[in-house]
Nanobody
Framework: QVQLVESGGGLVQDGGSLRLSCTVS????????MGWYRQAPGKQRELVAA???????NYADSVKGRFTISRDNAENTVYLQMDSLKPEDTAVYYC??????????????WGQGTLVTVSS
């Protein structure tokens, strides 16, 4: 069984910082892309940032220059450093992992979500 454990959400003031982390454990042969998505009330889930196993990154235009995604392959962990947070960043943030199971199936897993609230 494969599990994702997210942490790091919370309440922060406008201009503040938070760091999210997501650790994968279980029957994983290898991890491909890892990413963070978010969903604000009344809106669709959107990609925030993603990182490949080679370290290539991709960011939503709205967070470029403020958020940084990174990963520790030895620890099967992906991080999202969020700086200069704005009220419009308020959302539930979800970790997403694409991995190769030991059965050689390519699978995808979502975290349970962590709430980030930015007060003005």
């Amino acid at each position: 069984q494969v599990q994702l454990v997210e942490s790091g959400g919370g309440l922060v003031q406008d201009g503040g910082s938070l760091r999210l982390s997501c650790t994968v454990s279980g029957n994983i042969f290898s991890i491909n892309a890892m990413g963070w998505y978010r969903q604000a009330p009344g809106k669709q889930r959107e990609l925030v940032a993603a990182i490949t196993n080679g370290g290539s990154t991709n960011y939503a235009d709205s967070v470029k220059g403020r958020f940084t995604i990174s990963r520790d392959n030895a620890e099967n962990t992906v991080y999202l450093q969020m700086d200069s947070l704005k009220p419009e960043d308020t959302a539930v943030y979800y970790c997403n992992v694409n991995y190769l199971h030991y059965s050689m199936r390519h699978l995808e897993l979502w975290g349970q979500g962590t709430l980030v609230t930015v007060s003005s």
